[in-house]
């Protein structure tokens, strides 16, 4: 990918009640200021491959407060591509200026197609894809979160040789691609914990598609009631996590992984002395649009 990266570093983490277990997290956050985390990993062999094959045109798919449309756009105009972007919702179309995920997307030159959340849902269906490219001409497909063979593949870079260190590697889970290539590059002996942001065990099968070692499993206790759904609890967790070790969590990923870790760890899930490293994978553009949210409802703001 055609632009520059800031160095992802591990910082350790202060928790409570952790007996003797350290706790590092992996600031993938940091390497970019839009194209952060995952979404850099899997749109980087993406990108390569689109342009190889000659294409000027991204399209993917994506809701409200999407992280990936938000990369995609960025990195769309960092790279000279043309980006579109498939938004669940056709009452999104007039709101615009009013998301902050949105209206990001467009400054970086995203043309948006709203649809309604049940054509939406055929998305993925030979027919709908047929009818994008009849509209919009030749375009190189991301999927929706960004999930295929080349994403998996920039994923498996998350880890490097320093990393060999860690007994656990934990991240959240939202489509699949970022702990499947974690999967593929652990070494022997360490276990890959996901955490998913979605009710349900379909992943499995998802991820079962990209990997082939068994050294991983999904904790499905803490999504909080679903894909960007939360309470006050979680919101206090990540205000008070973001004071005590300075980094802060957005509430549809990275929040609830850490969440679930604590609990873990009061839990007795880990044993004493086991070292863990936490893979913060960005998404911190959707607190924004989270903020809006929880401010309607009257309930307390996430710091930013």
């Known amino acids: 990918m055609i632009f520059q990266l800031d160095q992802s570093v591990n910082q350790k983490v202060n ?10 997290i992996k600031r993938e956050d940091r390497i970019h200021d839009f194209v952060s985390g995952n979404k850099y990993r899997k749109l980087k062999y ?28 960025s ?6 591509f043309k980006s579109i972007g498939i938004i669940r919702g056709e009452e999104l179309e007039s709101k615009i200026e009013d998301n902050p995920t949105l209206k990001f997307a467009k400054s970086c030159g995203m043309q948006f197609e709203f649809v309604s959340r049940e054509a939406y849902r055929e998305k993925t269906s030979e027919d709908f894809i047929n009818q994008l490219k ?5 375009f190189y497909l991301v999927p929706e979160g960004g999930t295929n063979i080349q994403a998996v593949k920039g994923c498996e870079e998350i880890l490097t040789e320093e990393d060999d260190m860690f007994d656990y590697v934990c991240c959240p889970v939202g489509t699949g691609g970022t702990i499947s290539g974690l999967i593929n590059c652990s070494k022997p002996g ?18 079962s598609k990209f990997v082939s070692k068994s050294n991983w499993k999904l904790i499905t206790d803490y999504h909080f009631g679903g894909y960007a759904k939360i309470n006050q609890e979680l919101v206090h967790f990540i205000n008070v996590f973001k004071e005590q070790n300075q980094i802060p969590l957005d509430p549809v990923y990275t929040g609830k992984m850490m969440f679930g870790i604590q609990e873990l760890i009061n839990q007795g899930y880990f044993p004493e002395g086991a070292k863990i490293l936490v893979i913060h994978t960005g998404g911190l553009q959707g607190i924004s649009g989270m903020n809006a949210v929880l401010k309607k409802k009257h309930l307390p703001l996430i710091e930013i």
Do not use: W
């Not at 993406?46 to 798919?61: V, W």
């Not at 990195?75 to 000279?80: D, E, I, W």
């Open 15 to 24: 928790l409570p009640n952790v007996l003797g277990i350290e706790v590092f």
């Open 190 to 207: 360490q276990q890959v914990l996901g955490f998913p942001a979605l009710k349900g065990d379909f992943l499995k099968e998802d991820i």
């Open 46 to 73: 993406n990108i390569l491959e689109a342009d190889k094959l000659g294409f000027k045109t991204l399209l993917t798919f994506g809701g409200a407060f999407s992280n990936h449309i938000a990369a995609v756009a």
């Open 75 to 80: 990195a769309g105009k960092v790279c000279r």
């Open 134 to 138: 009849e509209k919009f001409g030749a």
